[in-house]
Nanobody
Framework: QLQLVESGGGLVQPGGSLTLSCAASGFSLDSYAIGWFRQAPGKAREGLSC????????YYADSVQGRFTISRDSAKNTVYLQMNSLKPDDTAVYYC???????????????????????WGQGTQVTVSS
């Protein structure tokens, strides 16, 4: 059974850092594109970053470019989201999601949109506050 579990959320002061983990079970993350999303209270879910399964190419939304870094550890079957220079506006529930890489063609890059991802974790809360 395919399962994604996020961890690493918590309370952090503005300017601080957190690293979120997305651990997979039941499948190999190397064959999947992984996306990170977040949803703040009263707001739509927002795409932040993704990493391709084929070549580890990455994408970052403008809101996190230069502050967040996505990475993959194949040995641990885990994808990370390193978050630096956190702001109160970063407060949200953070989700990871997985989309299998196509087998009949080579996808360029990683998918950036919610509807691209059929598999989701349960989310982890990040609160940025003094």
């Amino acid at each position: 059974q395919l399962q994604l579990v996020e961890s690493g959320g918590g309370l952090v002061q503005p300017g601080g850092s957190l690293t979120l983990s997305c651990a997979a079970s039941g499948f190999s993350l190397d064959s999947y594109a992984i996306g990170w999303f977040r949803q703040a209270p009263g707001k739509a879910r927002e795409g932040l970053s993704c990493i391709a399964g084929a070549d580890d190419s990455t994408y970052y939304a403008d809101s996190v470019q230069g502050r967040f870094t996505i990475s993959r550890d194949s040995a641990k079957n885990t994808v990370y989201l390193q978050m630096n220079s956190l702001k109160p506006d970063d407060t949200a529930v953070y989700y990871c999601a997985a989309d299998p890489e196509p087998t009949n063609y080579e996808r360029i890059g990683c998918p950036r949109y919610i509807l691209d991802y059929p598999n989701w974790g349960q989310g982890t809360q990040v609160t940025v506050s003094s």
